[in-house]
């Protein structure tokens, strides 16, 4: 029998008569091992134990693993690095991990990392100060460096030993990025030594570390590079041109407002040369002063946020009974079967659910297939899925003209065209034939619930559920509550959303909702803005230059200009003179200019590429853009924007159409890109404070017009000297 000696809370420790000791990490009060500081100091204690007895003749080798099935460990405990605020602090514990992670790279014996599952931050790191490391083919098994994700870097060796390893640029891609790499990528790579079946490791697990510690070492650990790989990357002048490529990506990827991505480049280059000691003190030191930054900060707060839709119920806001659960959702329909409905489709099948799409015309229910299968193709060519996995998720989709296999469906997703009394008919048409326990939800981005209950029989088996554009890249998902939509289906959609590797956030019934409502004054400001005379790129770059991802008036082309110009009407109709249509836009919605999909809108584009802002826009549509410009200063076109949104928003939370700041938060970042690295919206708003953006919209209502009247609930928040978030905080 081995010598045992678990503690609480793990990781623990056991030898076997012929040397073998394995550490394995398996916390009983978590779902996965997290590295908090407990683990930490029990770990340094069990690297202790091993170096001596390593010294005594006791232990000939060591394996560390995991006792959770699809998980080695997530990393370090998100809520110490969120209590860092000093640098200092943050230096030393870098530190600290760096020195337990030595000791154990430093054992008189060889180790093992065994990955059986998730592995991520410092436990990719603890993997790396192994001698050698082994990926099963688990389909969680993984290695990634999220810290970057962040606003942080590795700081436990991870920048010092990945180049060392897998090669500069290798290196690069993940410490850079955060993706994770699976499989024989890994392998290859040099990540890993081997890739094993899970099966075999469940059945054998000590003869597989006994294999790889004692009797068949692997003869080679490490990146095999080519002369030409080693030739660029082992010479300063080829380091420097890796660098300089690397740094002018990561520009015009985050426009230089993150950090962190910038100071690992810094890190990675002045380590070059230097000793691994020497290297972990730049890594610590750099590490540290990221820790107590504010963009940091705000990553970690977006971070919460995700996670904690990730665990949502969907009736954490909601009164009523306790303990509802969701319905399993094993066959979905789909109606209409346009670019959404195809995108809606392939997402469900991919996730292993049956899929049946309808239409009206056969062509329609073709080109719905057709989308579907060139999404599979797209994720099989970027090697997220095998080509295999990918034909078996297709098969899973059928469709067809009539309600065949309606009948026995658990959900359906209606997806046609955005008139209300065309989706009124199409669902009453669709309850007639599906099962009465089956659940109704409408892709709506603007149009009310409730008016689309008032045609159904069975309301409370309805609700809203807003997929954005294009469905496979935007995570958002908007889950519209209805006056009658009872919590089971509430729990339920927002299950399927989870499911489908969305993010839910739950909003009740109201025009635009939240991510709509709050952009439909923004894109209608620079609407006005243009109509003073500002140009199209000062409007969209003083955008950029906050961090958005495209500027407003490039972001219309994308929706479509005939799309947002009804959008804009609705919300008119709901909330009248303060959301006139600017007249830019209502000019140009009856023009045939309507933006990529039309091939120009305010730019001019080469299929979906856009080619620049169309000059032949000014002076035209009857003088509603003039054609002369006139300078109006970036910080007067950002301000207007960003002050059309918060007021809009504080609207929106005194209405109750979501439930809190940090919701609204959430589906504004996961909507429209709003910038992490600001937080929020509203945390931004807070930032600034009520008070400040309260005195710059009475100046511009003074020097604008009563569009930028303070809303009241604004103006509340200002005069008790509030903030959003501790107005509408998260309900418990």
């Known amino acids: 029998m081995p010598d045992t000696n678990p503690p ?10 012929d040397g073998l000791a394995v550490i394995t990490f398996d916390d009983p009060t978590r779902g996965a091992n997290v ?4 683990v930490l100091r029990e770990l340094d204690r069990l690297v202790g134990e091993l170096a001596a007895r390593a010294r005594a003749g006791d232990v000939r080798g060591v394996a560390v693993r995991s006792g959770k099935v699809g998980s080695f460990i997530v990393g370090a405990d998100v809520e110490a690095i969120g209590r860092i605020e000093d640098p200092d602090q943050g230096a030393e514990a870098g530190r600290q991990g760096q020195r337990i992670y030595l000791a154990l790279e430093r054992l008189p014996v060889p180790t093992v990392a065994v990955i059986n599952g998730t592995c991520m931050g410092g436990g990719t790191e603890l993997a790396l100060a192994c001698r050698y490391r082994i990926l099963t083919d688990h389909p969680k098994a993984g290695l990634a460096l999220p810290e970057v994700q962040l606003g942080i870097l590795p700081g436990w060796g991870g920048t010092t030993r990945l180049p060392r390893l897998i090669g500069l640029r290798s290196a690069l891609d993940l410490l850079l990025t955060g993706k994770t790499v699976r499989g024989q990528r890994a392998r290859k790579l040099g990540l890993v030594e081997e890739v094993v079946p899970q099966t075999v490791l469940d059945e054998r697990p000590e003869s597989v570390f006994r294999r790889i510690l004692f009797d068949h070492p692997p003869d080679h650990t490490g990146a095999r590079r080519s002369f030409l790989q080693r030739a660029l990357e082992d010479t300063a002048p080829g380091r420097a041109v890796i660098l300089r490529e690397a740094r002018k990506t990561v520009m015009e990827k985050t426009g230089g407002h993150y950090p962190a991505p910038l100071r690992i480049l810094e890190v990675v280059r002045d380590s070059m040369g230097r000793s691994v000691e020497e290297s972990m003190e730049i890594e610590a030191v750099a590490l ?11 990553l970690l707060h977006v971070f919460h946020l995700r996670e904690r839709a990730r665990k949502s119920t969907g009736l954490e806001a909601e009164t009523g009974p306790t303990g509802v659960q969701p319905r399993e959702v094993s066959e979905l329909g789909v109606v209409g079967a346009g670019v959404m409905g195809g995108g809606i489709a392939q997402l469900a099948a991919e996730k292993g659910i049956q899929v049946r799409m309808k239409d009206i015309q056969h062509e329609a229910v073709a080109s719905g297939l057709r989308h579907a299968r060139s999404l599979f193709d797209r994720s099989v060519s970027r090697h997220r899925m095998r080509e295999p996995e990918a034909r078996q998720a297709m098969e899973r989709i059928s ?15 209606e997806a046609v065209v955005e008139r209300l009394d065309v989706k009124q008919t ?24 409730d008016a689309m209950a008032e045609a159904l029989s069975r309301p409370q088996n309805f609700c809203g559920m807003h997929f954005f554009n294009p469905v496979h890249k935007m995570p958002l998902v908007e889950v519209i509550r209805g006056e009658a939509t009872s919590h089971v289906t509430l729990a339920t959609v927002v299950a399927l959303t989870l499911r489908l590797g969305k993010v839910p956030v739950v909003v009740r019934n109201g025009p635009g909702f939240v991510v709509n409502r709050i952009l439909g004054p923004y894109l209608n400001e620079a609407g006005h803005l243009l109509a003073e005379g500002a140009s199209i790129e000062a409007i969209d770059e003083a955008a950029t230059a906050f961090g958005m991802p495209m500027g407003p008036l490039r972001l219309m082309d994308e929706v479509g200009i005939d799309i947002a110009r009804k959008a804009g009407q609705i919300l008119h109709e709901a909330f009248g003179d303060r959301m006139l249509p600017s007249a830019p836009l209502e000019a140009l919605g009856a023009t045939e200019r309507l933006g990529v999909k039309g091939g120009g809108g305010f730019y001019r584009y080469d299929g979906r590429k856009a080619l620049g802002p169309d000059p032949e826009l000014y002076g035209s549509v009857d003088g509603a853009v003039p054609t002369t410009r006139r300078e109006i200063p970036e910080a007067d076109i950002r301000a207007r924007l960003l002050l059309m949104m918060i007021n809009e928003a504080a609207r929106i939370l005194d209405e109750g159409i979501v439930a809190s700041a940090a919701e609204l938060d959430l589906a504004m970042i996961m909507g429209t890109g709003f910038p992490p690295f600001r937080g929020g919206l509203l945390r931004f708003a807070d930032e600034v404070h009520p008070r400040v953006l309260v005195e710059r919209l009475r100046e511009y209502q003074a020097e604008v017009g009563p569009r930028f009247a303070p809303a009241e609930p604004l103006v509340r928040l200002a005069r008790e000297d509030l903030t959003f978030y501790a107005s509408w905080p998260v309900p418990s």
């Open 8 to 17: 609480e809370r793990g990781p623990f420790l056991e030898i076997h008569r």
């Open 399 to 413: 469709g067809g003209v009539d309600y065949g296999g309606f009948g026995q469906l658990d959900l359906v997703v």
């Open 288 to 298: 540290g002063e990221l820790l107590a930054s504010r963009v940091s900060k705000h």
């Open 35 to 38: 590295l908090t500081e407990g």
């Open 426 to 449: 199409v669902l009453r048409e669709v309850e007639d034939r599906v099962p009465d326990s089956c659940i109704l939800a409408t892709n709506t981005s603007t149009l009310s619930v």
